[in-house]
């Protein structure tokens, strides 16, 4: 399916772009257009120089956005397990405080996968960043661990110290997936795409063959640069997309973890 996406749309770009090569063929002439070329040489040297700052400055901030977010949302899964790995270092006795707090960060993964992940998800409207509830419950179910030894007491430090780590990370993945490219740079790249199209369908050329070639070629790859940064610009859906599949595998090991925890208890 993500192919017939891709492909479709360049397809049907390709046909209208050749349909207008071969129309424009032959009557687009006038007297002087072979001296114009050179005039048309140099609009292409300094407009096409121009167009390409534009499209690899658009394209690699989305890129680094991406795969920013795509960081944050591994490591933020990496601190929630590291708190769940702590909790090993805890005596037999606090068996009761260790099935809270893992029920608690299971809580707080299923509401990231089930609510905020749909929330990141809307282009149309800022996800708030402050702290949710199901992180404040994992905070307040580390008080239940009652640190008397040093081994309790370390990993008591350390459950804490991942916690912050926690909420860091998750504010970081809330500010970049609220992100977006300015409207203004948007518009300004498909104005000089549009720009560029229409010189190449102007350009006097005598031979049609050359003439489609040439303006399919260009109008297709303008095309798919746009899906391009389009898509990476929204992250959470489309052909290039932040992969949710790690998030369930937690989730279901926290289930299965509880559920054994519980089942031996």
Do not use: C
Not at 52 to 59: M, Y
Not at 219 to 227: D, E, F, T
């Amino acid at each position: 399916m993500k192919i017939i996406r891709t492909v479709v749309p360049l397809a049907i770009s390709g046909l209208l772009a050749g349909w207008m090569a071969v129309v424009l063929t032959g009557r687009v002439q006038y007297a002087g257009i072979v001296e114009d070329l050179s005039s048309w040489n140099f609009f292409f040297n300094v407009f096409g120089v121009v167009y390409a700052i534009v499209a690899g400055f658009l394209l690699l901030t989305v890129l680094n956005r991406y795969s920013a977010l795509s960081r944050v949302i591994e490591d933020e899964l990496n601190a929630v397990e590291s708190i769940r790995d702590f909790l090993v270092y805890l005596r037999d006795d606090q068996h009761e405080a260790s099935t809270r707090m893992k029920r608690a960060l299971a809580r707080y993964v299923r509401s990231l996968s089930e609510n905020e992940w749909g929330q990141m998800s809307d282009p149309s409207a800022a996800m708030n960043s402050d702290t949710s509830e199901e992180l404040y419950e994992v905070m307040r179910s580390g008080k239940a661990i009652q640190a008397d030894g040093s081994a309790d007491r370390i990993a008591l430090t350390a459950i804490v110290e991942n916690v912050s780590e926690v909420t860091k990370l998750r504010t970081r993945r809330i500010a970049l997936s609220n992100e977006r490219l300015p409207s203004r740079l948007k518009m300004l790249m498909v104005f000089m795409s549009v720009v560029l199209a229409v010189a190449f369908a102007l350009l006097g050329v005598r031979g049609a063959p050359i003439h489609v070639f040439i303006l399919v070629t260009l109008v297709v790859s303008i095309h798919l640069l746009y899906m391009i940064i389009e898509d990476l610009n929204h992250p959470f859906y489309g052909v290039w997309n932040v992969a949710k599949d790690p998030l369930e595998r937690l989730l279901a090991r926290f289930q299965a973890e509880i559920g054994t925890s519980e089942g031996s208890a």
